[in-house]
């Protein structure tokens, strides 16, 4: 079956713009997670979504981070006015419950470029 | 806050050889610790995951050992081969028992 997509795969802005990140988790899964990568770094945790639970946004850097789920699915990164510290590739991931032992899966990512 | 610490940052091994990576953990919580395999330009794949009950858990060329008093886990890939060349991240649950916090991952170069 069709795994987990984000769009766009890359995305250059420049510093002070509002982006959009978009993921499509895997049809079924309840838990949605997004992740930050920076070069040579682990993966940063920054937010996630089960079911119609109030998110878990612990990991969001600063207030300049948001993100959404609609309908239980589709999700939405939203960083606004960019700095180039945010630069990076967005991961999604999703798993059929956020029981946090169960495997998560990931999407292709987004990478993102700050100018 | 909860850490995961992963060394080393970068293995070179002939093929043939066994590769070591190992990884700390600060929460005595965590329950969950997964291994994933990122080659270059893909996304992160589960390889191997252990849970707090058991020790060890092997599966063909891999294996994972976990020492729960010392708060440690570790992976082992035996007779490596070129393929298995790619960045390796550790992770353990969070005291939720939700998200993963994963090690800075490493990176392992096997050559032929």
């Known amino acids: 079956g069709a795994g987990v997509s984000q769009s766009p795969s890359n995305k250059v802005t420049e510093k002070g713009k509002d982006v959009e990140l978009r993921c499509d988790p895997i049809?079924?899964?309840?838990?949605l997670y997004w992740y930050r990568q920076s070069l040579g770094q682990g993966l940063e945790f920054l937010i996630y979504?089960?079911?119609?639970?109030?998110?878990?946004k612990s990991g969001l850097p600063s207030d300049r981070f948001s993100a959404e789920r609609t309908g239980g699915s589709v999700s939405t990164l939203t960083i606004q006015r960019t700095q180039q510290e945010d630069s990076a590739v967005y991961l999604c991931?999703?798993?059929?419950?956020?029981?946090?032992?169960?495997?998560?899966?990931f999407g292709p990512g987004t990478r993102l470029t700050v100018t | 806050g909860e850490n995961v610490e992963q060394h080393p940052s970068t293995l070179s091994v002939q093929e043939g050889d066994s590769a070591v990576i190992k990884c700390t953990y600060s929460?005595?919580?965590?329950?969950?610790f997964p291994w994933y395999k990122q080659e270059l330009g893909k996304r992160p794949q589960l390889i191997i995951d252990?849970?707090?009950?058991?020790g060890e858990k092997k599966d063909q060329r891999i294996a994972v050992t976990l020492n729960k008093t010392a708060k440690h886990f570790s992976l082992h890939i035996t007779e490596t081969q070129p393929e298995d060349s790619a960045v390796y991240f550790c992770?353990?649950?969070?005291?939720?028992?939700?998200?993963?916090?994963f090690g800075k991952g490493t990176t392992l170069s096997v050559s032929s």
């Open positions: 991931a999703s798993s059929y419950q956020a029981t946090g032992t169960e495997e998560q899966y």
């Open positions: 049809s079924g899964h309840t838990a």
């Open positions: 979504f089960q079911g119609n639970s109030a998110p878990d």
């Open positions: 929460d005595s919580a965590s329950n969950y």
């Open positions: 252990i849970r707090s009950n058991v």
């Open positions: 992770a353990a649950s969070t005291q939720a028992g939700t998200a993963l916090i």
